[in-house]
């Protein structure tokens, strides 16, 4: 799943901010990623840090003569597994800046104002790599394709679930809603692995729910995943002055995503049939049972997780 490092500094008074940064953890290991500040920069007070939900988050002040605006941020270690780091500068006129930086330029420039724009195109492109960094997600997306027949059929579910989990998306990120996240993951899990038994059964000529009505099985645990892409939003966090915006181009670039891979998918199941590959019936079965387990052990994993 699609876990950048989260860097937030946060205008605090002339000249200085308060830091949290925050990257990926397993047990107590964390990721060897540091944060560089421009020459001339001090720390007000030590950095503190601990481990909180699979990140390690650490906590600091800094000041500079002059500020930050126009200088670099470099991020060090990033080469080192993080795919990406998102970094967001608060500032005090209530206007805020949002970077989204890369192992191949592992810097950014802190400007005076950032526009709507750069927000906007910096959250369409967490949310295309958020939902195609999420194998589960995609997984159950998979299920239901190999289950539902019929271009409108396919258009009607793909359409439910996409309702579904912008609903809880936007409840979620805005507070209206909230349930602890492990739950959530291991639900997920479970939602792909029932799905799978739907391909069973159907195999088997029995036409379970999802091949009846799709759209109810799709808008269901679409409900579900939302709460599973508001917990991704929530590492990263929004900026204040442009929530709708961020949370909008979020949502559209998941869509965006979701949409590429149902493409692909149809895609070269077209190819298939076209070029006339044969597909014997244990080799769908293989499949099914394949995302299955793969599905178990997740939730198994994520189970475990709660002690």
Same mark, same amino acid.
């Given at each position: 799943?699609?876990?950048?490092?989260?860097?937030?500094?946060?205008?605090?008074?002339?000249?200085?901010?308060?830091?949290?940064?925050?990257?990926?953890?397993?047990?107590?290991?964390?990721?060897?990623?540091?944060?560089?500040?421009?020459?001339?920069?001090?720390?007000?007070?030590?950095?503190?840090?601990?481990?909180?939900?699979?990140?390690?988050?650490?906590?600091?002040?800094?000041?500079?003569?002059?500020?930050?605006?126009?200088?670099?941020?470099?991020?060090?270690?990033?080469?080192?597994?993080?795919?990406?780091?998102?970094?967001?500068?608060?500032?005090?006129?209530?206007?805020?800046?949002?970077?989204?930086?890369?192992?191949?330029?592992?810097?950014?420039?802190?400007?005076?104002?950032?526009?709507?724009?750069?927000?906007?195109?910096?959250?369409?492109?967490?949310?295309?790599?958020?939902?195609?960094?999420?194998?589960?997600?995609?997984?159950?997306?998979?299920?239901?394709?190999?289950?539902?027949?019929?271009?409108?059929?396919?258009?009607?579910?793909?359409?439910?679930?996409?309702?579904?989990?912008?609903?809880?998306?936007?409840?979620?990120?805005?507070?209206?809603?909230?349930?602890?996240?492990?739950?959530?993951?291991?639900?997920? =899990? +479970?939602?792909?692995?029932? *799905?799978?038994? %739907?391909?069973? /059964?159907? $195999?088997?000529?029995? @036409?379970? #729910?999802?091949?009846?009505?799709?759209?109810?099985?799709?808008?269901?645990?679409?409900?579900?995943?939302?709460?599973?892409?508001?917990?991704?939003?929530?590492?990263?966090?929004?900026?204040?002055?442009?929530?709708?915006? =961020? +949370?909008?181009?979020?949502? *559209?670039?998941? %869509?965006?995503? /979701?949409? $590429?891979?149902?493409? @692909?998918? #149809?895609?070269?199941?077209?190819?298939?049939?076209?070029?006339?590959?044969?597909?014997?019936?244990?080799?769908?079965?293989?499949?099914?049972?394949?995302?299955?387990?793969?599905?178990?052990?997740?939730?198994?994993?994520?189970?475990?997780?709660?002690?």
């Amino acid at each position: 799943m699609f876990r950048p490092a989260y860097l937030e500094l946060r205008e605090s008074g002339p000249d200085r901010y308060d830091v949290m940064w925050k990257v990926p953890a397993q047990g107590d290991l964390r990721l060897a990623v540091t944060v560089k500040f421009p020459a001339g920069t001090a720390e007000v007070t030590l950095p503190e840090g601990r481990f909180i939900d699979n990140a390690y988050v650490q906590r600091w002040q800094i000041a500079r003569a002059g500020g930050l605006a126009g200088q670099k941020v470099s991020i060090e270690g990033i080469v080192n597994g993080v795919t990406d780091v998102i970094a967001r500068l608060e500032r005090q006129d209530g206007t805020s800046q949002v970077e989204r930086v890369r192992p191949d330029d592992p810097q950014f420039t802190v400007k005076e104002r950032a526009g709507a724009g750069e927000v906007a195109g910096t959250y369409l492109l967490l949310g295309v790599e958020h939902i195609l960094g999420g194998a589960d997600h995609l997984l159950f997306v998979l299920a239901l394709l190999l289950i539902v027949r019929g271009g409108k059929r396919i258009i009607f579910t793909v359409t439910a679930f996409t309702v579904a989990h912008s609903i809880t998306l936007v409840a979620a990120t805005l507070g209206w809603v909230h349930i602890p996240r492990p739950p959530v993951e291991a639900m997920i =899990a +479970l939602s792909i692995v029932f *799905v799978a038994a %739907e391909i069973v /059964q159907g $195999l088997r000529g029995n @036409a379970g #729910l999802t091949a009846r009505a799709p759209w109810v099985v799709a808008f269901s645990f679409g409900l579900l995943h939302g709460f599973g892409f508001a917990g991704a939003l929530a590492e990263v966090g929004l900026p204040q002055t442009a929530i709708p915006v =961020a +949370l909008l181009t979020f949502n *559209v670039g998941v %869509e965006l995503g /979701q949409l $590429l891979f149902v493409g @692909a998918a #149809l895609g070269s199941y077209a190819v298939l049939v076209r070029l006339s590959v044969p597909r014997p019936l244990w080799t769908q079965y293989a499949g099914a049972y394949f995302i299955g387990a793969i599905a178990s052990f997740w939730a198994l994993q994520r189970v475990g997780a709660f002690f």
